[in-house]
Structures are given as structure tokens and as C-alpha cells.
């Protein structure tokens, strides 16, 4: 039979959307999707997709039951795994972060000596307590973390926060952070040769979309004299495309920038003469 991978996502929750869209954008179609289903098997790409909780996830592929994982580097972590990380996917970013109530007047990290630490982060916590030389009680639950100062079973928790608002709403406030986490695609250490021709297939799907979602096509009109001058200021992959309007004396400036130079970028633009200027998605783009 011909060489097949087999890559775990989360089953349901808030990575798991995102992860079958990316490998959707990446051309990859699904049969036997239906809800409830353990695996499911691609088409047109030797993938087959296997639904797990995340914290199920480093297991299977450490051990090979899955070759290529989509989770956390917060569980990947947390787990102690070996896997190998292969490309951080840039969504599910999140924070670690060391919170205690409100009304504590905090001034560093010697205040969690002797108190207790509510946390479904063991590992993480414990690894960043020996470094700072902290003693404190660690508290492992499982879920809703953030309740245990208001019911008296912790002095402070450990979790992950993203835009802060379930601190705020539990009377809490972040101080510490121990950890950066965003997806990621690790893969087992041994994939053996045919899968990793596959893998790299795959990577190099995942590079064109990603790299895509980066950039802006960018079209604009300018007066022949400015066109210099604008594309002066135009990073481009490699030097843009000019062709000239049916209007005399004016051309259209065609190029890509980069999404972090965009908004900076399309100023110096404007005051460089720039007019009716279009920004356009870009769906693959291999460079
Ligand atoms: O059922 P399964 O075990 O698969 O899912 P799960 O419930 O363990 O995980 P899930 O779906 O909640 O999260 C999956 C992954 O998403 C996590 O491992 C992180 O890598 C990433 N992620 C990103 C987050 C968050 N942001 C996040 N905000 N995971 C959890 N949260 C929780 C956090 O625990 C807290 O309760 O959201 C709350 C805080 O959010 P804010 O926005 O109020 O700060
Ligand atoms: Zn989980």
C-alpha cells in the first residue's frame, strides 16, 4: 500500500477550526468528515486526519501512532514530549501567566513564597519555580482555574490568558508571565523516508499559504514623475511591475508588501504621489 501520513488535530475546541482550514487552504480535501468520526482520509494528499483531545495529541505522536501533530506549544510543553517542532503556525496564540487577586499589592515574584498556586500547568509552574527559587503549593485541577482564589482553594492561579478578560471578570490580575505559546506542527523524531517526501510536500503547501497571508498585492496609479519616487519606498519580492495607464502620463505600480511594513508603507506611498491605491489578498505565493 502506498505510504500514508497520519497528522492528529484537536477533535473540538478552539484550535481545531483553524487547523483544518489551514491544511483545506493547503488543497487538501477530506472525505468521511462527518462529525463523530476518530480519522478521516484525504482524497487527493496521502493524509489521513486523526481527531484527538489536545492533551492526547504529544502522546500519539511521540510514540508514532500519529506522525504530525497540530496543538499548543503550551501542551507540547507541559507534556515533556520529544517530538521535533516543525513550523510555528501563527493562530491559538496564548500566554502562561501567573495571576493573583486584584487587591494584592504586588511587587515581585518573592510574594508566592509559601502561598498556593492553583494550576492545570504543573510541569511549566514547577520548571519555573525551581528557576526563580520560588516555594510555593502547586494545586493541579483540571479546568476553571480562574474560580480557585474566589473560592479559597488558592492564593493565586496559573493559566492561560489571551485577551485578559476572564482575569478581569474573576477579580484577577496577571503579574508573571512564564510562558508565549501559538500552534504549532511538530512531527514524530523517526517519519521514515517516503514519509518524509511526503511531509515535505506538505511543508512546502503550509510555506505558500502562510507566506500568502503575510503579504498584500498592492496596485496604484501615479503620474510618470513620481513613479521613482514610489517605488523608492516599495520593498517588493523582487523590483515591481510598471505599466503604463490609458491616461498620458500616468502608469500603474503593481507589488507585494509585507502585512508588518503595510500601514507604514501605504503612508509614504500617499505622500509620494500615490492614487487609488488597491490592496488584494494573495492566496498561495511561493517565493
Ligand atoms: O477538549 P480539549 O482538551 O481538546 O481542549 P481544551 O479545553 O484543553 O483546550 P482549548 O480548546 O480551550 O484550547 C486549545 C489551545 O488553544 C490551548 O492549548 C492553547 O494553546 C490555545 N489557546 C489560545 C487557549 C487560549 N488562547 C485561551 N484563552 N486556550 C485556552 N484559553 C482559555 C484559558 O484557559 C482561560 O480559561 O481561555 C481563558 C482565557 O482567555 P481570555 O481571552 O479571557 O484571556
Ligand atoms: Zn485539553
Known sequence: MAKRLRIAVQKSGRLSEISLSLLEECGIKLKNNGKGTLLASASNFPLDILYLRDDDIPQYVEDGTADLGILGENVVAESGVIVKTLKKLDFGRCRLSLAVPRNVDYQDLNWFNGKRIATSYPNLLKKFMVENHIKAEVHTISGSVEIAPNIGLADAICDLVSSGSTLLSN???????????????????????????????????????????????????????????????????????????????????????????????????????AQGILVIPIEKMIV
Open 171 to 273: 477579580g484577577l490580575k496577571e503579574v508573571e508571565i512564564l510562558f508565549k505559546s501559538e500552534a504549532v506542527m511538530v512531527a514524530n523524531q523517526n517519519i521514515d523516508a517516503a514519509g518524509l517526501q511526503i511531509l515535505n510536500k506538505l511543508l512546502f503547501r503550509l510555506d505558500a499559504v502562510m507566506t500568502a497571508k503575510n503579504n498584500k498585492y498592492i496596485i496604484l496609479n501615479a503620474p510618470n514623475e513620481s513613479v521613482s519616487g514610489i517605488i523608492s519606498v516599495l520593498p517588493g519580492i523582487k523590483s515591481p511591475t510598471v505599466v503604463p495607464l490609458a491616461a498620458k502620463g500616468w502608469s500603474a505600480i503593481h507589488s507585494v508588501l509585507n502585512e508588518e511594513q503595510f500601514w507604514d508603507v501605504i503612508d509614504d506611498l500617499k505622500s509620494k504621489g
